[in-house]
């Protein structure tokens, strides 16, 4: 489902370009779920953001379901993230003047979905995440572990065949963390989705079949 071949990026930092990732190479295949782990600046979100299509490889190349995704034009890419991805992130990234269930129509808003359809399924992936009750709420009136199963519901409307999170329980208290990677796994149970999850929490990284481990931007070792 995911291939990198020899993919590397570098940022441009004081004048110079400073390497962060060195010649990744990854396979991922359709229906895995994948904890990446690492420490501090080690490259994980850099890495997750060229899945996620939100950044592009300095070098190397980037096969998403055998499309090589890094040579597309920023239309394109922006299509391939509708349909293909859905992202969780560590701080929810909800819109605030919105609500709930207008947070999660967004992406079908972006594809061209029609309101009442959209709504139709948005409320759907909301009741069976048990915020039924919550769609009318902005991400304000909304307690942190709440925002992310919105988050989460946004992620999977589209109905994408990757699910990437970073950190997702970053920002969350212990009993709410273990309720959000719950949701994930049975996330990962009933709809074979793809998943890569960043995490620096030891009981994510247990829930998933396949640790990898990143350190100073190189794949260190396979956990598993
Ligand atoms: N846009 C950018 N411009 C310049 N340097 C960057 C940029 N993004 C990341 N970096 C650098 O790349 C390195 C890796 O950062 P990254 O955010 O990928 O780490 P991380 O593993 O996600 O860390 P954390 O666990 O703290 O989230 C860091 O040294 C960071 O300063
Ligand atoms: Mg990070």
Do not use: W
């Amino acid at each position: 489902m995911i291939r990198l071949a020899g993919v590397s990026k570098s940022f441009p930092t004081g004048g110079r370009l400073v390497p962060v990732l060195h010649e990744i190479q990854l396979e991922i295949g359709p229906g895995e779920m994948v904890a990446l782990v690492g420490s501090s600046g080690s490259g994980k979100t850099t890495l997750m953001n060229i899945l996620g299509g939100l950044d592009r490889p300095t070098s190397g190349q980037y096969f998403l379901d055998h499309q090589e995704i890094g040579r597309l034009d920023t239309r394109a890419l922006a299509r391939v993230r509708n349909v293909y991805i859905g992202f969780v992130f560590q701080s929810f990234n909800l819109v605030p003047t919105l609500t709930a269930l207008e947070n999660v129509e967004l992406p079908l808003v972006y594809r061209g979905v029609a309101p009442a359809e959209r709504r139709r399924r948005s409320t759907e992936v909301l009741e069976r995440i048990g915020l039924g009750a919550h769609q009318r709420l902005k991400p304000f009136q909304l307690s942190g572990g709440q925002q992310q199963r919105v988050a989460i519901c946004r992620a999977l409307v589209g109905n994408p065949r990757v699910l990437l999170a970073d950190e997702p329980t970053g920002n969350l208290d212990s009993g709410t963390s273990a309720e959000v990677l719950d949701l994930f796994q049975a996330i990962h149970q009933s709809g074979g989705h793809t998943m890569v999850l960043v995490t620096h929490d030891r009981a994510v990284a247990r829930a998933c079949q396949r640790t990898v481990e990143i350190a100073d931007g190189h794949i260190a070792q396979e956990v598993l």
